[in-house]
């Protein structure tokens, strides 16, 4: 399928510029203190992908039995999903201890295992899910951290299994290279250590992307749609 990432792409850049003009003396926060800064307002934030978050239980299989959330948060992606697979057993890792606390109250009852870490550095066990999906968190990455974790990604799947990413996606090469550069300047500009995770958004385009889930030994990448600036890409590992 082929997808139209942003349907005004020019008043889309242009709104970006401004946007980045604006906020360029505001310094970068660290990730975790983020999103728990902002949880009072946050899942009301993310209510932009209301529409994602119902449709992304279409692209479960009905024979998924297992599943493995990468920064799943307080877990919006998974209410349709426990809404249609009521048994459905969930890993779900988010570096945020208060994020996870909220996911609990919600789904503390279901089969679920949280595990607050980070999931560059927190082991996934090898072949052991049916599925494993990550909305709205892994752009946050630069391309050389992605590849890794894209390989670690399959090494966990059974053969068969998918990979379902729902994630920001750059409309054009001078969006990817325009936020990276910015992050980059903040980054220096804020004394920020390297491999200190913050929050600023540095998508990569649709062939960056889908090629690097390729290098990671995903044979098969599917395109499925785009919701509200959400691409959803499924990439199958062959048994
Ligand atoms: C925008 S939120 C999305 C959360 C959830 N998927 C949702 O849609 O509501 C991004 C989440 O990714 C988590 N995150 C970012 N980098 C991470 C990392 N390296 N390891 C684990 N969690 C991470 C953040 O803590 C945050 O909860």
């Known amino acids: 399928m082929s997808v139209v990432i942003r349907e005004d792409r020019g008043q889309y850049m242009q709104n970006l510029r401004d946007w980045l003009e604006q906020e360029k003396d505001v310094p970068l ?18 209510q932009t992908w209301k529409e994602a978050y119902v449709r992304i239980a279409d692209w479960i299989g009905s024979d998924t039995k297992s599943i493995l959330d990468l ?42 295992k949280l595990i607050c870490g980070d999931y560059f550095q927190e082991p996934f066990e090898a072949a052991g899910y049916d599925m494993v999906i990550s909305f709205e968190s892994l752009h946050h990455f630069l391309p050389e951290e992605k590849r890794g974790l894209f390989e670690k990604i399959r090494a966990a799947l059974r053969p068969g299994g ?64 785009c919701i509200e600036g959400a691409t959803f890409i499924e990439a199958v590992k062959h048994s």
């Open 29 to 46: 926060e660290e990730m975790s203190g983020f999103f728990k800064r902002r949880i009072g307002s946050y899942e009301e934030q993310m």
């Open 71 to 112: 920064g799943c948060g307080t877990g919006l992606e998974l209410e349709s999903i426990f809404r249609k697979y009521p048994h459905i057993c969930v890993t779900g890792i988010d570096m945020c201890s208060t994020m996870l606390e909220q996911l609990e109250r919600k789904y503390g009852k279901k089969d679920i």
């Open 162 to 225: 998918k990979f379902l990413e729902g994630d920001y996606i750059a409309c054009c090469e001078e969006e990817e290279v325009l936020l990276r550069r910015e992050c980059g300047r903040k980054r220096k500009a804020g004394g920020i250590l390297e491999g200190q995770f913050v929050h600023f958004d540095i998508p990569l385009t649709l062939e960056h992307e889908t090629e690097l889930l390729r290098q990671a030994g995903f044979s098969q990448v599917n395109v499925l749609d």
